[in-house]
């Protein structure tokens, strides 16, 4: 069973940093099963908002981005754990940020967060004052 922990979530001020990291747990990218197309990223849903993905990164290393964060964040991944610094950050970053991971490729599109495809961590809260 995949499991998704997520931490590094809190409240800053517009302008500053945080990095989220989520560690899984029966998933590792170094499994020879796991075809390139896998995927582990983030979503992110602020209330009244869509859920939307804003990084992803593949087996293969292909890296996404939402262009709202292009250029403030880096996504990394180091066996099972994917990490997303976020910089420069602005008050409508605030949003509940969620983990997520699957074999066939994450949705650029999904209405709401957790989906029922994949797997999806607890999710954590960013907050950004001005």
């Known amino acids: 069973e995949v499991q998704l922990v997520e931490s590094g979530g809190g409240s800053v001020q517009a302008g500053g940093s945080l990095r989220l990291s989520c560690s899984a747990s029966g998933w590792t990218f170094e499994d020879s099963e796991m075809g390139w197309y896998s995927e582990m990223g983030w979503y992110r849903q602020a209330p009244g908002n869509k859920c939307e993905l804003v990084s992803s990164i593949n087996k293969a290393g292909t890296t996404y981005y939402v262009e709202s964060l292009k250029g403030r964040s880096t996504i990394s991944q180091v066996k099972n754990t994917v990490s997303l610094q976020m910089n420069s950050l602005k008050p409508e970053d605030t949003a509940v940020y969620y983990c997520?991971?699957?074999?066939?490729?994450?949705?650029?599109?999904?209405?709401?967060?957790?989906?029922?495809?994949?797997?999806w961590g607890q999710g954590t809260q960013v907050t950004v004052s001005s």
């Open positions: 997520a991971a699957d074999r066939g490729g994450l949705r650029v599109f999904v209405s709401d967060c957790p989906a029922d495809f994949g797997y």
